[in-house]
């Protein structure tokens, strides 16, 4: 992983060849391995180019390349599959081999249209002037844009600047396709108009019917010296993942039988389900292409085993390469028991899970430096009794509390040779204030709601790892180094698992559920995906998503819907029903019964400071203006 970023100027009296120092900083934190500049300096425009590179895969290669002919490529991604990447190989360098081959603008949007796995990229080509940059097909990591100046200038960067003046122009590149800018013809324009290279179905030969209103959607974000065009040749990236299955069932009966005859099974339980053969050997499939999907997640990490033999650690002292954001619900389960399968049986994982406190109830505040450092962890006093309940109890009250202690014991009995280190991450009130100002605003924006603080402050919090390990008798803190962070994004929005799929449901069907899903898909960019990326980034680790996995998301798309989810059955059982499945196939038997409950209400972060707030609304807790010391001081009022 990367921070990227690109500044041009069209005018010599725009143009500064640093970075303002915020920027600079939030791009070092993304990538702390290594980092430089280069000016490219033209007659009509100028340009600085800044990579900072996380270190993750073969060789340390240091960004930003620079090509024979003067091109230059930034890349913050991941080629797990098309295009062919040795272990000991590093992907910006065979991505820009490949770019540095292409012969014209089709040979560009061929290759990018064979690279699987998550990807945003900044690509200038000296020879004609072209500035190329976009995000992967699901927005799997972060690209902002802002112009300036009347058109005069504009910014590309994986996370934006913190000062006031600058933070609320940054918007999220949208992940629509690919974009090229001339900049030669810009520079002598008072305008700047940007060439989309849409993506286009694999099922259909021509550019996209919507194409035309997808150009306005874009457009409409913009300033209005910044107009968004398809290119002159219509030409179109395909979409790597396979077509939705909008099939019907030819009788309403037929829904909640998910292939068995008679209706749902004596007790709605999953056991049953499995007894019929066709079931069985579907969720069997699900569960192999989510295992490949988690395998190339972990592996090719830098890892022990370049150590000497007398180097070689005790399990204590071993450190994980791998996390996974832990619920304890069937998503992060089955990603946790799949990465079993696939991480060297020697090698830690660590589970990330993490609870909020109200102020009262949260840690003194003699002892709030140090939990500000790593988090809080309460050691229990010495009349404690010995294997009872463990950890900080008073944190315990937070539903994810709960179901991930209990989903560490259910993979324990699964996998009892594995250190499974269960790291409990508790917040307090304060703390989370204090940081939210600090960095989380700046990194979720721009993302504005109650819900995006929520997700983004929990999200940020576990991803920093700070909490402690509990074992019988013994509490001790603890701090995740672990690079790579798996996440179960992506499972409810395929799966039907939000409670608006099954309103959805109850007032159109599964014809109406079928268009819930497809939309839920066609927007997780912009609602999740790179709003996680800064969050998770900003600690130095990667996030991974594999339920966005391409061949899992092609896979899932193929299955008609009632083989996927039955919400004419209970909570904790009908939705994400073929998830719960595989969950008893992979021995999880407990979690797979867990109905779906939201990250910020098992965490307990939301409500935690207003009651009265709605999702949606507008958060005032984000917003990043000139008078900062007024919004401190509302903020501690209310």
Known sequence: MCGICCSVSFSVEHFSRDLQE???CNLKRRGPDSGRQLVRSNANYQCLFSGHVLHLRGVLTAQPLEGERGDVFLWNGEVFRGVQVEAEENDTQIMFNYLSSCQNESDILSLFSDVQGPWSFIYYQASNHHLWFGRDFFGRRSLLWHFSNSGRSFGLSSVGSHTSEVANQWREVPASGIFRIDLKSTSMCKSVVLKLYPWRSVAKEQVPEG????????????????????????????????????????????????????????????RAF?????????VGQLIAVLSSAVRRRVLCLPRDEDLPPSAVLGARDRKAK???????????????????RHVPSDEPIDLLNVAFMTEEKATPASSSNKGRRQGNCETPSAASTPGAAAGPEKWAGAPDRATGRAGLKELQAASPARAWNLVEINVSLEELQELRRARIRHLVQPSDTVLDDSIGCAVWFAARGAGCLVAPGDVRPYRSQAKVVLTGIGADEQLAGYSRHRARFQTHGLEGLNQEIAMELARISSRNLGRDDRVIGDHGKEARFPFLDENVVSFLNSLPIWEKANLTLPRGTGEKLILRLAAMELGLTASALLPKRAMQFGSRIAKLEKRNEKASDTCGRLQVTSLENLSVEKETKT
């Open 274 to 282: 499995l007894t019929d053969g066709h079931t069985k050997e579907v």
């Open 322 to 340: 791998v996390a996974v954001l832990f619920s304890g619900g069937v998503d992060s389960m089955v990603i946790a028991a799949l990465a079993d």
């Open 211 to 270: 194409c035309d209103d997808r150009l306005t959607q874009v457009s409409a974000s913009l300033p209005p010296f910044v107009s968004v065009a398809a290119n002159e040749a219509r030409l179109c990236l395909r979409e790597p993942v396979a077509p939705l299955n909008v099939t019907l069932p030819p009788a309403p009966a037929a829904a909640p039988c998910a292939g068995i005859p008679g209706g749902p099974p004596a007790g709605g339980t999953l």
């Open 22 to 24: 915020d920027l600079l």
